[in-house]
C-alpha cells in the first residue's frame, strides 16, 4: 500500500513542478481551469488524474520485465494523448504555443510515467535488499548462539 502512495505523491509533486514549468515559459496554457485566480497549472490533472493513472499503471505492472512494462505504457499514455488532442482542439481546456505537438505530449508522458515506473522499482529493490540482509544476519546470529 506505502508503495502506491509514493507513487501517487512522487507523480503529483513532480507533475506540479513540470506543469509549472512548462506553464512559465508560456509552452502550455490552461484558459479554463479549476482555481484559475489561485493556480495557472491545470491542478485536477496534476494532481488527480494523472497520479492515479500512474498508481494503476504500476499496479497492472508490478511483477513484469521491462518491455512488456513498456508495452503496457502505451496503452495509457496513447488514451491520454488522445484525450489532450481532442480537448486541443475542440476545447479551452489546454492551449500549444511555442510549436508544441502532440508528439511532444506523448514523449513527455511516456518519458515522465517510465521515470516514475523507474523510481518505485528501485525502492522496491532496495528494500527487498535491505530485508534479505536482515534475514541473512538474523541467521547468522542464530548459527552463533549456537
Given at each position: 500500500m506505502k508503495d502506491w502512495i509514493l507513487?501517487?505523491?512522487y507523480n503529483a509533486v513532480t507533475n506540479g513542478i513540470i506543469d509549472k514549468m512548462i506553464v512559465k515559459r508560456n509552452i502550455v496554457q490552461y484558459p479554463v481551469r479549476l482555481l484559475p485566480k489561485l493556480f495557472n497549472i491545470h491542478i485536477l490533472f496534476d494532481f488527480?488524474?494523472?497520479p492515479t493513472i500512474t498508481v494503476m499503471?504500476?499496479?497492472i505492472t508490478y511483477k513484469n520485465k521491462p518491455l512488456l512494462i513498456f508495452y503496457k505504457l502505451l496503452y495509457f499514455t496513447i488514451p491520454m494523448l488522445?484525450?489532450?488532442l481532442w480537448a486541443e482542439k475542440k476545447t479551452d481546456l489546454i492551449k500549444w504555443?511555442?510549436?508544441w505537438k502532440w508528439y511532444h505530449t506523448l514523449i513527455t508522458i511516456t518519458i515522465k510515467s517510465s521515470i516514475t515506473r523507474s523510481v518505485i522499482g528501485l525502492v522496491?529493490?532496495?528494500r527487498q535488499r535491505r530485508k534479505q540482509k536482515k534475514?541473512?544476519?538474523g541467521t547468522q546470529l542464530e548459527h552463533k548462539s549456537i
Open positions: 507513487v501517487y505523491v488527480f488524474v494523472y499503471y504500476n499496479q488522445l484525450l489532450e504555443n511555442k510549436g522496491r529493490y532496495l534475514e541473512r544476519e
